[in-house]
């Protein structure tokens, strides 16, 4: 206690030196909890949805922490100021956790508080109104109950939001020494870790394993959550555990922190493996946001690396310098490539095998294939249902047979692997990336295995893959899938459809 | 007492943005600072004497040899901390605050704070209380912190050209407080300067260093004895340096117009004396050396100032 109290006195020290941002942050975070507490009244009286501008006063006060964080953590960016906090009377743990508290006091605070006033006032003012009080007379208490989580989740969302940007702030201010390197990496990182789970997904194991189902939730654990907050159903306990995440970071970086002394302030960048895992994080994301833009792409991302190498930069330049770092973006982009490659030569480093965990009792599985031909896109009808309990209420199929969840898994693995095995080539890879765009796109035919969802209704989508398969693959499947006895109820017309196919 | 022992620093412009090279800052330093005492850093400019500081007061952390405070580490030690404030060369990171402000931040960090020292000294060199210390000069601002720094009540004062920017008058003031408050205490000074003169005045001991090497360290009459000038005169011919090299003395400098030979000479002068006069000579006069003179024929002697004016 006696140990907190000293820290406490520190932190409160270091606070009141940054007089300026508490009075900024207290305004923008005010005015956002008055514009979404009183919300209704507004719209009523301004015709107007100031709820909006609510969120972005609470989105712009939580990214404005990363001038708190820059102000705290100044000792790391001047010799002046190390001068001044690295003699104070201090072991390195306690200024660094005197700075961390202040950082709440300054940034982490505020938004709680008005971020907890904004709930409480909404909570009271939607319990007053008459649909509540509708809801309360007849004892409805679900309704009630899932108001106050939803309410709730979006207090974590604040707090997840400003404790993910302060915690990444904190990152960059241990392993940068200068103020501007500090802010930009930030913001650079921020977004980086924001988005790069969901690409990575998208790029890598989505792409190159065929999977067509949305990224989980879990890649979106640790993440600015305002962008998670997009999805309407982001589990709360998520949101807990990205605060756990975020404050675990902050109390880790001590040991980065502790390392370093006056002699790294001023210095752009002080931790090289930082530097590179930024810059290399960067082009991955850049590199990952749309496949088919890859010039555009790969010559902005260029420009920006070059731009950031110059900055950081503290000798005299040379045109030598500028081609290594050149070179370095140039190996940069060939790891990204190689990733790529590596992925769609494991099929998306066996995505291709994903098959839903939960049980597939009561799900329907159904694998459709589109023929191409030229530039004229036809469909062959849904070719092939493995298992379609309810059809009927889907496809007008009728599917008399009831398949356990183990048959419906061997159903799908066989397809699985008919996806898998298919050759591998460069241009292959690079007609798949969008780098080149020859005939060869045409020849091959899509295969999509869809898993449906049937316990809350057959909309229910749990799994999507598609692949491109070569037209005598998908007939050597087809024979397999009915040698083993799993599409015997509808061979005829899986025949029938594809026959169709064969002789136009 | 500070022990320092063997010290070396080095700063590599290694990481991101570096291109590899190694600056020595400090080689191989030894000095003991005795309790009580004022003691100066004298050297030229990059010599070494603020990494030198920096280091006293653990804002570098110590790469060779080692640095005790009363027989303990300084680097990341908060009770050796709460013993010594440093004033470093530069106000710009006061900007923002107020002197009430500055009292209330070092009053966070230093439990002997004295509100009573702080407002005494703040109203003995008028310094506005709540006025932002952007608005001060230069001399102002360095007032302001070294009363921050006499009312932390620590024992060791560390002041990094401290007396900066302040006028004659001021200066003088300023030093008069200084020497009053540390000296009423048994508190130990130290402060490095340009002004040699300025160490002379104020301290016991000085040390000097040049290129991070120690030149000489001790109390600063022995330092003015250890060197002093030598005027010798012979009216047939004049006496040579070779002549006086072929004595054993360590000849600093030597300039000779028409028949005077002017030498600096290393050592005591009893002992310089007896040496040279085994060279004839008609008349031989010992002059005894001031502080800013052998601080000049040292640096001299290993190249200041010839370095720059042959760069030049």
Not at chain 1, 369 to 388: D, E, H, P, Q, W
Not at chain 1, 446 to 467: A, R
Not at chain 2, 224 to 246: G, Y
Request: net charge negative.
């Amino acid at each position: 206690m006696k140990r907190f109290l000293r820290i406490n006195r520190m932190a409160l020290g270091e606070t009141r030196t940054h007089t300026k941002f508490i009075v900024i942050v207290n305004i923008l975070l005010g005015f956002g909890c008055l514009l979404l507490s009183l919300e209704k009244s507004y719209i009523d009286l301004l015709h107007a949805d100031w709820m909006i501008f609510g969120y972005l006063l609470f989105a712009v006060g939580g990214i404005i922490g990363t001038m708190a964080v820059i102000g705290v953590f100044r000792d790391l960016n001047s010799i002046q100021y190390s001068d001044v906090q690295m003699s104070l009377p201090m072991s390195s743990a306690q200024r660094y956790f005197s700075k961390l508290l202040a950082l709440f006091y300054l940034h982490i605070f505020p938004v709680l508080f008005w971020g907890g006033l904004t709930v409480v006032i909404k909570t009271i003012e939607k319990h007053n109104s008459e649909v509540y009080r509708f809801f309360w007379t007849t004892g409805d208490w679900d309704f009630f109950w899932y108001e106050s989580v939803d309410w709730f989740r979006l207090y974590l969302c604040f707090a997840a939001s400003v404790l993910f940007l302060d915690a990444v702030g904190v990152l960059c201010a241990v392993c940068c020494g200068r103020r501007a390197e500090t802010g930009y990496f930030s913001y650079i990182a921020a977004y980086c870790l924001s988005v790069l789970p969901g690409l990575i997904w998208n790029r890598l194991l989505r792409t190159w394993g065929g999977q067509t189902m949305e990224a989980g939730h879990a890649f979106f654990v640790w993440t600015w959550s305002f962008w998670a907050k997009t999805y309407t159903d982001f589990p709360t306990y998520l949101l807990l555990i990205n605060c756990g995440i975020s404050i675990a970071l902050m109390v880790l970086m001590y040991f980065v922190y502790r390392r370093r002394d006056a002699g790294t302030a001023g210095r752009p960048v002080s931790n090289r493996v930082f530097f590179e895992g930024v810059m290399f994080a960067a082009v991955l994301t850049m590199l990952s946001l749309n496949g088919s833009r890859y010039g555009i792409l790969l010559t902005i991302t260029g420009i920006a690396y070059l731009v950031i190498h110059i900055i950081t930069f503290r000798e005299q330049l040379s045109c030598r310098k500028i081609a290594v770092w050149l070179g370095k973006y140039a190996v940069t982009v060939l790891l990204v490539f190689l990733l790529n490659f590596a992925a769609y030569m494991t099929n998306g480093f066996g995505a291709v095998y994903y098959i839903p965990s939960e049980s597939l009792d009561g799900a329907h599985v159904v694998v459709t294939t589109n023929r191409t031909t030229g530039s004229v896109v036809f469909y062959a009808g849904s070719g092939l249902a493995i298992y379609n309990e309810r059809m009927e209420a889907y496809d007008g199929y009728v599917a008399p047979i009831s398949m356990s969840d183990e048959l419906k898994r061997d159903a799908i693995r066989i397809v699985q692997r008919h996806l898998a095995a298919q050759e591998k080539s460069f241009t292959d890879f690079f007609q798949r990336l969008g780098l080149i765009e020859t005939e060869e796109n045409w020849r091959h035919d899509l295969v999509t295995i869809t898993v449906f969802q049937t316990k809350t209704g057959p909309d229910q989508e749990v799994m999507t893959q598609s692949l491109f398969l070569p037209y005598h693959e998908i007939n050597a499947m087809a024979e397999e899938l009915e040698d083993s006895g799993l599409v015997r109820a509808m061979e005829d017309l899986w025949y029938e459809s594809y026959a169709h196919q064969f002789h136009r | 007492m500070i022990e320092i022992a063997n010290v070396t620093m080095e700063f590599r412009n290694k990481g991101v943005g570096g291109d590899g090279s190694t600056l020595t800052a400090l080689k191989d330093i030894s000095v003991t600072i005795p309790d009580g005492c004022v003691y100066g850093f004298l050297g030229s400019n990059g010599a070494g004497k603020s990494t030198l500081m920096r280091l006293l007061c653990g804002v570098y952390r110590l790469q060779k040899g080692t640095i005790k405070v009363d027989g303990r580490d300084v680097w990341n030690n908060a009770s050796v901390k709460s013993e010594m404030f440093f004033v470093n060369d530069e106000t710009v990171q006061y900007a923002d605050f107020t002197l009430e402000g500055l009292r209330k931040y070092y009053r966070s960090y230093y439990e002997t704070f004295s509100d009573e020292v702080f407002y005494r000294l703040a109203k003995q060199l008028q310094l506005p209380l709540n006025r932002k210390m952007s608005s001060f000069s230069k001399g102002m601002k360095r007032q302001a912190v070294v009363i921050v720094g006499l009312a932390s009540m620590t024992k060791y004062l560390v002041l990094d050209e401290a007396f900066d920017g302040l006028d004659p008058a001021m200066r003088k003031m300023v030093k008069d407080i200084i020497t009053d408050e540390m000296l009423d205490r048994g508190a130990t000074l130290i402060l490095s300067s340009h002004n040699i003169a300025e160490i002379n005045e104020l301290c016991d001991r000085a040390l000097l260093i040049h290129k991070g090497e120690l030149v000489f360290d001790g109390e600063i009459d022995k330092i003015r004895s250890c060197a002093c000038k030598v005027q010798l005169m012979r009216k047939d011919s004049a006496i040579t340096r070779e002549e006086l090299e072929k004595t054993g003395v360590d000849i600093l400098k030597y300039s000779i117009m028409g028949s005077v030979a002017q030498v600096i000479v290393r050592g005591a002068g009893d002992e310089i004396m007896q040496k040279i006069s085994a060279v004839p000579n008609d008349v031989c006069e010992l002059i005894p050396l001031t502080l800013e003179e052998v601080f000049i024929y040292e640096l001299e002697a290993r190249g200041y100032g010839h370095e720059a004016l042959s760069e030049n």
